[in-house]
């Protein structure tokens, strides 16, 4: 609770500079929308260790990405903070009022499972809670975020292809695994197109690698899709790690959402 106090202070205080409310301003806890990629967990005690080695995202990469969103999204005019020196394993984005903020840190950056690719689908993820579309978690006006499953829809669907075309070096891959390969070229000849779909697959696969080691689940794949098919449409966290690489599986091809979370 603490570290979310701070984030909701860090969330105010550029409002305040803008004028947007009265330095007396208080915000109730129902007056924000706030959600994050993963639930809360104690990952970054093992930062330090990784901070010793070099990881898959340097700080250069970091800040370029989390630029490029910035530069991506200008028209939505979001806030997106790096915050290279923190520990939490984990994104967060915040809206209250049509403002909105997301905050990056270094502690997901320097997991070993984490590419640059499935960096980009974080913080598409988190820009999605508040550009996604429905389903809504919050559908308040000025307070709507989609839901966890609609976000991760929305990061290959629609936002990593902005972000790399801003990011050079993204879905630059040389080596991949065959079935990524063979739905790619199928998917696509152009070579942009065709690139980004390498891109997003693998970003999905890092992020799978991720949320199962949290999760104690079995490493995910593509050819190897949750089964389940819900009654109604799951607005959390989808259930499996499995079914979250399916969703960022569909977004990638343009499938239609899974139905392991929607309905």
Not at 31 to 51: C, G, H, S, T, V
Not at 105 to 122: D, H, K, Q, S
Not at 229 to 234: A, K
Request: a negative charge.
């Amino acid at each position: 609770m603490l570290r979310k106090f701070f984030l909701l202070a860090a969330f105010v205080s550029p409002l305040l500079s803008l004028g947007c409310f009265s330095s007396t301003t208080t915000l109730a806890a129902d007056e924000i929308a706030y959600r994050q990629f993963m639930p809360d967990n104690d990952l970054w005690k093992e930062d330090e260790i990784y901070k010793k080695r070099t990881p898959n995202v340097t700080k250069e990469m970091f800040f370029k990405i989390v630029d490029a969103g910035t530069q991506a999204y200008v028209s939505e005019a979001p806030t997106i903070n790096g915050n290279w020196d923190d520990s939490t394993v984990n994104a967060n984005c915040m809206r209250a009022f049509g403002y909105v903020t997301v905050n990056m840190y270094g502690g997901l950056a320097r997991r070993p499972e984490i590419t640059p690719e499935g960096f980009t689908l974080v913080l598409c993820h988190e820009l999605g809670h508040a550009y996604g579309g429905a389903p809504y978690i919050r559908s308040a006006p000025l307070f709507y975020m989609s839901a966890e499953g609609q976000s991760d829809y929305y990061s290959t669907l629609t936002c990593y292809e902005k972000i790399a075309a801003l990011v050079p070096e993204l879905s630059k891959i040389e080596n991949s695994d065959d079935y990524i390969l063979r739905v790619c070229e199928r998917f696509s000849s152009d070579s942009v197109a065709h690139a980004n779909c390498i891109g997003k697959l693998e970003g999905g696969l890092s992020l799978a690698d991720l949320l199962s080691a949290l999760g104690r689940q079995t490493t995910p794949r593509y050819e190897t899709p949750d089964p389940t098919v819900v009654r109604e449409t799951i607005l959390s966290y989808p259930a499996t790690a499995q079914c979250r690489l399916d969703t960022y599986h569909a977004g990638a091809l343009s499938w239609p959402r899974p139905k392991c979370w929607f309905k």
